[in-house]
């Protein structure tokens, strides 16, 4: 009867198409009929037409239909389901439909997906695009300056301007989306509530890497990056003190003036790493190859841990774990602290001791640019500064 009433109405095509529509909500037969009558007219309206039909019209072979049936499957959260239907049809849509697909994947993190529709260039130029390309890690240079500016990151080291009211200056780098999140984040705490006292410590506006740095990938080992394709070939600011690496993976580390820890990282760790730019050292067990060297000396090896090698303690201070053989490691509280467990709130005690370190001008710190002017003959500063920085 639904075809029969069709095949009555042929002779006026305007009310027909809209009498077919009207059956084809109502009646999966008179659906398909009405599609291959009016195909046109059907794509216009299928956002008008239930679901259970739109699959009807997707598994007979309509491509919007399918894209259509696609993206309510990932608003249902069926994404592997949705790709066998929105793939043959992605490259026949408009912009506006590709660009829908990729906010739907990226919010259900289908990186490898939208990986390929990025290589086929299938998704229009826009903020979401971008977003795209910083979790897929492509290089600076493909993300829009315009973007980075509304989002506040930064592209290049040329963008970023020390403060000369701070005693040490940070650059903060990431290689990936979450991290640029992260370091936002950390920076905001940090000026929210300073340590160990305002002035201390100014970082910069996060400076995205991308693939411009090598990284390992395992959260099981220290956080690294491979720093020195980039030491000659990027403008280091004078004026910046240290670094701040946040990969995507890795446990925090310091070395050489360099703060690398990944992006799964808590607030408590990048404290307990800030403090070793100022020569604090860990109270839990040192690894063994450290111990060999760090604990057969003498004294104070840092403001907190003192080496009792034939020679008795500070008064006042407690064991320490650092050093597990026979000569002793001491520290300055009985308790545990934020050099022992990171997610202990930094204490009074160790506050006064942080803030006595960078007062101390005598102390001698490892800054990044004299671990690059170690290893490379050929680092590229440059200097964008009118005065000169207080702690030189």
Partial sequence: MVLLSLLLLMGSVNH???LALWLGKKNPHAAIAGFNQFPQFFNAHLLSIPNPIIEILALNGSTDAQFIWALQLLEQHQADTAKVYWQPSVAKQPDKQRLHLANLLMEHQRW????HLATQELIPSSDTFDLIKLNLGYPAH???????????????TADV???????????????????????????????????????AFCFSTPLYLGSDISCQNNPKHAASCDWQA??????????????????????GNVRSGIMQLGSQSHYGIFLHELMHFNGFEDEYALPIVKQAWLCKQTGYVAPNLFIANNIAPPEGWHVSQSCQGRIKA??????WSIMQYQQLALSTKYRELWSAQINNKQQHLLRFADYFSKVSGTVNFIDKMTNNHNTE
């Fill in 142 to 156: 493909a993300i829009s300056h315009d973007f980075a500016k509304r989002s506040d990151f930064s592209l290049s």
């Fill in 112 to 115: 490898h997906e939208l990986a």
């Fill in 330 to 335: 001491y520290k300055p509280s009985d308790n």
């Fill in 161 to 199: 301007i020390a403060d000369t009211h701070c005693e040490y200056n940070v650059l903060m780098m990431t290689d990936h989306y979450q991290g640029l999140t992260k370091l936002k984040d950390f920076k905001q705490r940090y000026i929210t509530q300073p340590e160990p006292r305002r002035g």
């Fill in 230 to 251: 980039l030491i000659s070939n990027v403008q280091w600011p004078k004026e910046y003190d240290f670094i701040v690496m946040m990969p995507r993976t890795g446990k």
């Fill in 16 to 18: 027909n198409n809209i």
